[in-house]
């Protein structure tokens, strides 16, 4: 078969195409996932917390997130007394290593551990100009890497700090919920790793997850409640100083 | 490179996202709308006085503008998406409006307005001109070289009703840039209602200043007298402008203090300290109350033109220092602090890089050059060029 010049020209570029396409593969299936059937939240229990830093690790490891910046990350609180609004804070590396010795005394210590709140509401997808980042109908805020213009309105929107510039895609980043993992029926990398259980996923449309039974017997609150965004991490055990 | 922190700030917060470019960038679009507004004083308001600046002022909101959203889409991470604003634009962002707010302030008013008012010119300059510049003359009548008395007229009607549309078009775009930071209720800071207004009488002021500056800095190099009428009703805007505009900004401040929010002691520490001298030396006393009290000295006082002329090349030049000075406070400032409130990070501007200090250098300069073109190819003194108006009359 003769090929001409003319033909190769055409030919070439659709074969790069072709390529391109092989190479990246077909993303893994979730035949059995609907997204309708659930809304996603999590549960975090602070009096459980030991400050061990596994869910930033393994959230790291799960998510190749870049070193110096955090989809979760753990804060260490010293509050001496009765100035709630004056807390001390710490997190070395995003507690990623566990905590040094507190050099405070007296008052209380805690730790809090921190993640998109994948509000409902959420400041961040309102902003972006051109709607790479949405809340699923399964009620996870994600951000379409291809899609991104990386403006950062969005990092400059979260109340929470919770995004970041991936310096290897200058696209926006964050917490996914380990959305590979949860479409699975698997739990996320931070639930998974914590040794206490202070994180649980929860799945607020299932009537079977424990969760609701949680929400009724206990006080839980969520992080910035003023800014009403309808976060779906809550927090049993948050001090008032907490932010 | 480490960034010095001090207390507590989210790990994610500590890189500042928004640089020196995002600076330049509410800086150069103030610039452009101030000077349109101050073009329609005379198009519009019938202030013949300013009569001088008009044309002037239109070409130094172009430049500007041509200029205005080259920092954005250096910023970007993916400026090769940015086209996607327009495509695909989310109905709730403020920052998705911004392609066609430009788009329509560009395209459907400031080139709309010079080409109607260059119109009789170009035609002129099309016929008197010969080689590559009649050429692009010829390209800029595109077809339409009837000049007569009645073709004339109807363009200074649709140019006097574009200018009418023009205005608050003027406000949109800026008003609209304000927007973009007042919007965002995660940073108190920014958070307010105010901050559009705000941001078009700054724009105002500073519009204003630089057309007045360059109107005395072409005197100058063209060896004319100033039209001093027009220079003191110019100087007069800008001092009525500022004022208000002053006056918006303490209103804000004192709004801040008095409720003293939980914000407060975080803003107002970074205010004594890493703002102290860009917001409270340079922003408001040397760019602010500095030029407002030399421009209230030529209002009270019987000054001589000479005295008169210096004082306003001073006022102007510290009041663009001023209102750049809003613009690095409003936009680096309000990335100094947590939004935990509990600490505050630095800000390290790089020179040669894709954000640094070169690049806004460049694209500072960039306008002027662009408005020294646009001065050569549509002179706004028709005197100075016998040939142009010969011509423009025999085609009457």
Known sequence: MNITRRQMLILLPAAAVAWDHILAGTPEASPNYNMTDHWWGMLIDITKCIGCG??????????????GYFRTWVERYHVADWELEYPKVDSPDGGKGGFPIAKEEGGKNFFVPKLCNHCADSPCTQVCPVGATFVSPDGVVLVDQKYCLGCRYCVQACP?????????????????????????????????????????????KNPKDPIHEFLRTHSVQVLKPHLATRAKVFYYGLDGSVR | MQIPVE???????????????????PFLTGLVAGAFILASLERVFQVEAVKPTYRLALLTALAFLMVAPLPLQLHLGHPERSFEMYLTPHGSSAMAMFGFVYLWYLLGVLVLEI???????????????????????????????NISERSLHIDERVGWLITVIGIPSAFLLHGYVGFIFGSVKANPWWSSPLMPVVFIF?????????VMLLYMLMCWIRREAIDMRCADTVAKYLFYTFIIDFSLEMLDLIHRIYEADESFRSLDFMVHTRLFLSQVVIQILVGTVAPIGLLALTQVLKLADM????????????????????????VIGGQLFSKSFLGYTTYKMGFVAREGLLTAIVLTVLPFV???????????????????????????
Not at chain 1, 162 to 188: D, M, Q, S, V
């Open chain 1, 54 to 67: 596994s869910c930033v690790r393994g959230c790291q490891l799960e998510n190749q997130v870049p070193d």
């Open chain 1, 160 to 204: 929470y700090g919770c995004r970041f510039i991936n310096p290897k895609t200058e696209t926006a980043n964050k917490c996914t919920l380990c959305y590979h993992r949860i479409t699975k029926g698997l739990t996320t990398a931070c639930c998974e790793v914590c040794p206490t259980g202070t994180r649980q996923l929860a799945d607020l």
């Open chain 2, 7 to 25: 207390g507590f700030m989210y790990p994610n917060e500590v890189e500042l996202q928004w640089s020196v470019l995002i600076v330049l960038y």
């Open chain 2, 115 to 145: 080409w109607l008012d260059y119109r009789r010119d170009i035609v002129a300059m099309s016929q008197s001109t010969t080689g590559w510049k009649r050429l692009l003359y010829r390209t800029l009548t595109l077809g339409s070289t």
């Open chain 2, 202 to 210: 700054s724009a105002m002021v500073s519009g204003i200043a630089i």
């Open chain 2, 307 to 330: 005295q008169r002329k210096r004082i306003y090349g001073v006022a102007g030049c510290l009041t663009l220092v001023g209102i750049f000075a809003m613009r690095w406070n409003v």
């Open chain 2, 370 to 396: 662009i408005l020294w073109v646009l001065l050569k190819l549509l002179p706004p003194w028709p005197e100075k060029h016998p040939s142009t108006t010969s011509a423009a009359a025999s085609a009457d």
